[in-house]
């Protein structure tokens, strides 16, 4: 577990995840599912333990998205996890679109309760309806584009881009309700508002970069040492201290500045960024154990 004394309290609630809130509970009635985006590397995490309360009895299924960003071993363990608690899972990479086919027959299936009783009492058989819903930056934009095949939402990588609600209808008999990413006011857990950071879920701008990049660079060289050493060609072993590591990485990539110094902001949105991209190897932060 990362030494959380290192930084600052994570917190972050904008104004308008409150408004996205009211607007989950306002249409719920219009659906007949949700589908509960999850980022994959940190399938734990990504919930919104709000949406429990919000969703009360209303079918739920749990879309692992950036399956691809994530430990495949890792990935089919947590649908193992979920599936045993009862909960319809899927793994889905919007890129390549592996998991979106039998993404859209399970959501057909949980809809089948409600869409049959239409056409039991005479109504005009109808399309299955899904709200879906995710934190900030999980992916949920991505994996609607590729359930539509065209880009009906805007993609920007950007925490709480989305604001309004969209209707997006899916040719496969699966019309979307897009909701915004939404957040919840407290993070009681602050290893998981950690992740959060480092998944960019929380916003780069309301907390300092470095240390909080140090604890990853000590997490990764943990969980995933070979992406580390692979990607930024250092030599084992690998220093157990984030900010050691910070610098080898750093002046191995040629941040520096005038006198020799090392350009710390260069060096933090660097890593920053080919984590989140991918480039350090496939990795799952959350553990099933």
Partial sequence: MPDLSKIQTLQWFPGHMKK?????QENLKLVDLVIEVLDARIPLSSQNPMLKNLLGDKPRLSALAKSDLACAAETKAWLEKFRA????????DAVKGAGIKNLIAEAKTLAEEKTHKFVKHGAKPRSARAMIVGIPNVGKSSLINKLAGANHTKIENRPGVTRAKQWIKIDAGLDLLD???ILYPKFEDQEVALKLAWTFAISDEIYDLEPVVCLLLETLAEKNPAGLIERYKISEPLAENGHELFEQIGFKRGCIRRGGLLDVEKTTRMILSEFRAGKLGRVTLDSVS
């Fill in 20 to 24: 996205a809130e009211r607007l989950i």
């Fill in 85 to 92: 608690e009862g909960i319809t899972a899927v793994a889905v």
């Fill in 179 to 181: 909701t915004p990413g």
